[in-house]
């Protein structure tokens, strides 16, 4: 950016700038790193450069045990890769529900080699054949080799080179810039989507893509945060709204409500009957705040509990909605109907 009403051209193009009304940055993010592992080595991945590996590793170290590092370490387990995971803290998928993340780290600790909890690395050295690294963790020091090191420990975003001094763009101390409801920046003819300024999903850029152009046009709508996430792995695990851990942390009263997949007929002929579904719920008004699901699927299940929670549902709204038989939707109204006291596939009371 030139000023708030003037867009830089490099490149190809036979304009050097073009001058405009508004503008929506869009620039997205990319793999952070730190100095740590850079070493000069092409055996040393981040999350782009991982998908481009012609042939599969015979071991592989990720670094970082949150979606990014879990998704793509258990594609490459399932070709044939031994990985290894290393995060410092003291479980996977900081941040998610425990209840959640435990059916995945049981079977992802039969899937991959090792996972190495509470542990930090400290020395990255990258020889012809291997990359050896030194890992602190609750054992002590101890020092591994791999063919390949992933490192995926966020994304940074892509603002510092846009020129937004020239303009009333705000970023924070990460470089993500700020914007509120509506997309708009502190510049008012500027506004901001995706993953600059934070969130680094991709369905939410594109909703908030059409909320800037709708404001834009005049519309007065905003960006309504009830984003769902999901982490697909084997199994996946997604969740909206607020979760039993934010509810701890904020202090907030709630009641959670748990159907866990053994009673689902369907789970087990799936043979994957370690899934759960939970719902948490306002005590007073009995609004759902949140849905959490954990199990084959539970990317496409969530939409339900996205919707209740946009549409401000309660309790009874889910348990009235007949569910197909035998499916794993029903474990979404059976939760409610466990609220209830009402449920029939596995007693409890309400109490």
Known sequence: F????????????????????????????????????????????????????????????????????????????????????????????????RDLVTPLQKRLSRIFQDIHLNTAVRKVEAGIDEVTVALDGDSGLFEQSYQKILVSIGRRPNSETLGLENTGVVVDERGFIEADHQ??????????????????????????????AEVLSGADTAFDKVVPAVVFTNPEVAWVGLTETQAKAEGKRVEIAKFPWAASGRAMTLGRSDGLTKLIVEPVSNRILGVGIVGPGAGELIAEGTLAIEMAAVVEDLSATIHPHPTLSESVGISAEIFEGTATDLFTPKR
């Open 183 to 212: 997309q708009r920046t502190a510049d008012e003819r500027i506004f901001a989507i995706g993953d600059v300024i934070g969130g680094g999903l991709a369905h939410t850029a594109t909703h908030q893509g059409k909320i800037a």
């Open 2 to 97: 030139g000023s708030s009403r003037r867009a830089i051209i490099t490149g190809s193009s036979e304009f050097d700038s073009v001058e405009f009304d508004h503008a929506i940055i869009a620039t997205g993010s990319r793999p952070a790193s730190i100095p740590l592992f850079d070493v000069g080595s092409d055996r040393v991945l981040n999350s782009t450069t991982a998908l481009a590996l012609k042939d599969v590793p015979k071991s592989m170290l990720v670094v970082g045990g949150g979606y990014i590092g879990l998704e793509l370490g258990l594609v490459y387990a399932e070709l044939g890769s031994k990985v290894t995971v290393v995060e410092m803290t003291e479980g996977l998928l900081p941040g998610a529900d």
